[in-house]
């Protein structure tokens, strides 16, 4: 608002955050700082500000829809800046780097936390934590929440706040800890986190089981494309293979020939980008197809494309 600019936030999550932030009273956004995506494009670039949700390169998220140029409201043009205020979960490297990638090619400048303090954890700091304990002068100590690196330097960081060194305890997830008035200390291991058992007795994880329930409420569909390794092309016409899935005959075989002419259509209109994006495609086609059967059926059946680079 000091510098003009109207403040436009884009991303489900980012507005339902927000909205309850404002409800709470714990956020003030001045009204007319505030103006709905859709009027972006019809704003000067240099008094706008879009806050996106997607700092991790989510494949449908807002940030990684603009960065292909696939968001229907916002665009990036030569000149932009765009401001990566996150820290880069580990697991998400490749695909935060694909999104910054997309970014400089349509001509952004891209500042990130290597290039400039944009990004303050949500974590204590070092000196916050020395400071609570110097506060509290604990005579036990067990530091808890992250790595074990991580819990080593908190423990560390307790020795040089005054805490005994025979009183800091340094446990993991699964360790027993007996604390009575000779003090405190790891007596055995327990096993921990959830544990799902199937008909046979045996360990399910979490993510299979979900799976099963989809499948068996609303079966399964495998669509398999090709695409040419060069251009990205379409080669041929995509086959799909479903399990499970509502109707019979002419009516099945109808609705799978309109479940082909949606995915020869997606790739089509597709960017070179995203059809060089295996991970983002892949995504594209499994929302685009779960729209169609919810849509068709009433029906939200487990999609798991294949594409075939010839």
């Known amino acids: 608002r000091r510098h003009g600019r109207r403040l436009a936030l884009v991303g489900s999550s980012l507005q339902h955050h927000v909205e309850i932030a404002e409800t709470l009273g714990l956020l003030e956004i001045p009204p007319r700082s505030r103006v709905p995506a859709e009027a972006v494009s019809s704003l000067a670039r240099r008094d706008v500000l879009v806050v996106a949700a997607g700092s991790q390169g989510e494949p449908l998220s807002a940030m990684a829809r603009i960065a292909v140029g696939r968001h229907r409201d916002i665009s990036v043009s030569e ?36 290039d400039a303090t944009v990004h303050t954890s949500g974590h204590a700091s070092r000196d916050e934590l020395r400071q609570l304990l110097e506060l509290l002068r604990p005579r036990h100590f067990i530091p808890i929440h992250g790595e074990y690196r991580q819990l080593h330097a908190h423990a560390r960081l307790a020795r040089e706040a005054g805490v005994a060194a025979d009183e800091i305890l340094l446990a993991e997830s ?10 405190l200390r790891k007596i ?14 045996d360990p399910v994880d979490g993510t299979v089981l979900s799976e099963r ?49 949606v995915l020869v259509q997606l790739v089509a209109e597709a960017t070179s980008e995203e059809r060089a994006d295996e991970t983002l495609l892949r ?8 729209r169609f059967f919810r849509r068709r059926l009433q029906r939200q059946p487990l999609i798991l494309p294949v594409i075939v680079e010839l």
């Open 174 to 183: 699964g360790d027993q800890i007996l604390v009575d008035d000779q003090g």
């Open 79 to 114: 000149g932009d800046l765009f401001i990566h205020s996150a820290r880069t979960i580990p697991s998400n490297t490749k695909s935060v780097g694909r999104m910054i990638d997309h970014l400089l090619r349509r001509g952004a400048s891209v500042v990130t936390a290597a």
């Open 283 to 290: 995504a594209k086609i499994q929302s685009e197809l779960r």
């Open 188 to 201: 055995g291991r327990v096993r921990v986190g959830q544990i799902f058992l199937d008909a046979t007795s």
């Open 213 to 261: 329930r989809r499948i068996a409420e609303d079966g399964i569909v495998i669509p398999v494309i090709a695409v040419d390794r060069r251009s990205g092309v379409l080669s041929g016409y995509p086959q799909i293979s479903c399990r499970g899935l509502a109707g019979e005959g002419e009516s099945l075989s109808g609705l799978l020939d309109d479940a082909r002419r």
